[in-house]
């Protein structure tokens, strides 16, 4: 049994050192992350990690963002939808401030980039089907998806995903708690193709480390449950300030007037405290003391108008955006694709190299 106690805790204080040297060193570090194109992204998007990202990107840090489009395939059985999807999946990201034209951040669908998908057949053969079965994070997604056949892909989908990590060697990996197990899983594969092909050399592949962000656990306007667009209780980064207006009014909240801040016992509440703070960069505490006995009209009103404030830069963004989206979008995508597939083919080549299968014909 590989550790797994303690990892977690070892996981906070790694990712704490790499976020003081992130400034200091910013060329060290290359960051590899990015979202299935499953529909357009939320504020719990937007809180949780887009901020993140755009933060990494003004440090410096080369940032490469997979669209995860294979990966949609691993529980559904066809994917209508997908071009619209990752179409605002690009309109997003741009519009939270990620810019391809203006720094070192390439936006990719990994569909597009052949090496990549390569790197899966190799990385299959130093992975064991028991450890594949272990993986707490999958078995929960073949449940919450209601998945009564379970295909390959989903099954295997943790070692795609050390593809797209590893085809850029990627080092950085901002990551939520759940998805400690996945990049556990690319670290072990990146030290086995080593160890297997490269002993005694310089690591070919390099093991991808975790940056833990305190990502907020933001619950959907139902508060029962996370905000989530299949569950309907989101709101969506391309709403409008109306919409967004209207879907606060209708949030859920309860007869006690006075605001605090208690998650456990007033979850419909809290969160909405909780997301004026994160748009005031309070502290949920000192919200809930600011608005005392307002009461639940009070709240979402306040909530509405620091949201919209917060949003307003990234709505102009978008505006400006939809006059020629069609063929942003398309120019984001082929710069993005065409540096992946440059690092991949790259990287493909000296992985042939250290598994002998060079056969000097190019
Ligand atoms: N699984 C991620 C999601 O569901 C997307 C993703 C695919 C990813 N490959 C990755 C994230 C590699 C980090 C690293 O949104």
């Known amino acids: 049994m590989e550790n797994t106690v303690g990892t977690f805790e070892e996981a906070v204080r790694r990712s704490e050192a790499i976020w003081r040297d992130l400034p200091v060193n910013p060329q060290k570090y290359r960051v590899l992350t990015g979202d299935r194109p499953t529909g357009a992204l939320h504020i719990g998007h937007y809180f949780g990690s887009l901020q993140n990202r755009v933060k990494l990107q003004g440090l410096g840090v080369e940032c490469f963002i997979v669209i995860a489009d294979y990966q949609v395939l691993t529980d559904r059985d066809t994917a209508p939808r997908i071009p619209e999807n990752v179409r605002d999946l690009v309109l997003d990201y741009l519009s939270v401030g990620l810019d391809p034209e203006g720094h070192r951040t390439y936006i990719f669908a990994h569909s597009h980039v052949p090496a990549l998908n390569q790197m899966l057949l190799p990385f299959l053969t130093l992975v064991g089907m028991g450890e594949l079965d272990r993986n707490p994070t999958v078995k929960e997604e073949i449940e919450a998806a209601g998945l009564t056949t379970v295909n390959a892909a989903m099954y295997t989908y943790p070692v795609h995903q050390a593809a797209d990590i590893l085809f850029?060697?990627?080092?950085?990996?901002?990551?939520?708690?759940?998805?400690l197990p996945h990049l556990e899983l690319s670290r072990k594969i990146a030290r086995r193709f080593n160890q297997r092909y490269a002993r005694g050399k310089e690591p070919l592949l390099p093991e991808p480390m975790a940056l833990?962000?305190?990502?907020?656990?933001?619950?959907?306007?139902?508060?029962?449950?996370?905000?989530?667009?299949?569950?309907?209780?989101?709101?969506?980064?391309?709403?409008?300030?109306?919409?967004?207006?209207a879907l606060i009014?209708?949030?859920?909240?309860?007869?006690?007037?006075?605001?605090?801040?208690?998650?456990?016992?007033?979850?419909e509440v809290s969160n909405l405290v909780l997301l004026i703070s994160l748009c005031t960069g309070e502290k949920p505490e000192a919200v809930a003391e600011r608005l005392g006995d307002a009461g639940g009209f009070a709240l979402k009103q306040e909530l509405t108008r620091v949201l919209n404030d917060t949003l307003a830069p990234v709505r102009a963004r978008r505006a400006e955006l939809e006059r020629d989206a069609d063929e942003v979008v398309r120019r984001v995508l082929r710069h993005g694709i065409e540096e992946a597939n440059r690092r991949a083919n790259a990287t493909l080549a000296e992985m042939r190299v250290a598994m002998n299968m060079d056969y000097g014909l190019s």
């Open 168 to 179: 850029c060697k990627g080092n950085l990996v901002p990551v939520g708690k759940d998805q």
């Open 212 to 245: 833990l962000s305190e990502a907020p656990k933001i619950l959907g306007l139902d508060g029962s449950q996370k905000m989530s667009k299949s569950r309907n209780n989101a709101i969506l980064l391309k709403a409008t300030a109306d919409e967004t207006a």
């Open 249 to 267: 009014r209708s949030a859920k909240t309860d007869a006690d007037r006075r605001i605090t801040y208690e998650p456990e016992r007033r979850p």
